[in-house]
């Protein structure tokens, strides 16, 4: 019933950018908040930012400055633009979404396919 789809991904030379986005579709009522999250190989998925209703964000230490996320409410879209990217931010990049859908009163997590971000040195 609902899903996140991410784009922008790709391969790029350490120190530029890259602007991901994650649309979210289907029967929702509303959206909390979203997130973006990362998984390197041989890792564990960890926190990249965060992002409220209402334009709240939190970041991973690693990520300040360098990483800001934010969100187009009417497009039920989140974003992420990451420069000065360097070749440890190689990974997959998903984003997530606290969605209410229009058959339920419950918050459920959705999450996006993913989307290869690879930095080369």
């Known amino acids: 019933q609902v899903q996140l789809v991410e784009s922008g991904g790709g391969l790029v030379q350490a120190g530029g950018s890259l602007k991901l986005s994650c649309a979210a579709s289907g029967s929702i009522f509303s959206i909390n908040a979203m997130a973006w999250y990362r998984q390197a190989p041989g890792k564990q998925r960890e926190l990249v930012a965060t992002?409220?209703?209402?334009?709240?964000?939190n970041y991973a230490d690693s990520m300040k400055g360098r990483f800001t996320i934010s969100r187009d409410n009417a497009k039920n879209t989140v974003y992420l633009e990451m420069n000065s990217l360097k070749p440890e931010d190689t990974a997959v990049y998903y984003c997530?979404?606290?969605?209410?859908?229009?058959?339920?009163?419950?918050?459920?997590?959705?999450w996006g396919q993913g989307t290869q971000v690879t930095v080369s040195s």
């Open positions: 992002i409220t209703r209402g334009g709240s964000t």
């Open positions: 997530s979404a606290d969605i209410i859908t229009r058959s339920s009163y419950y918050s459920a997590r959705y």
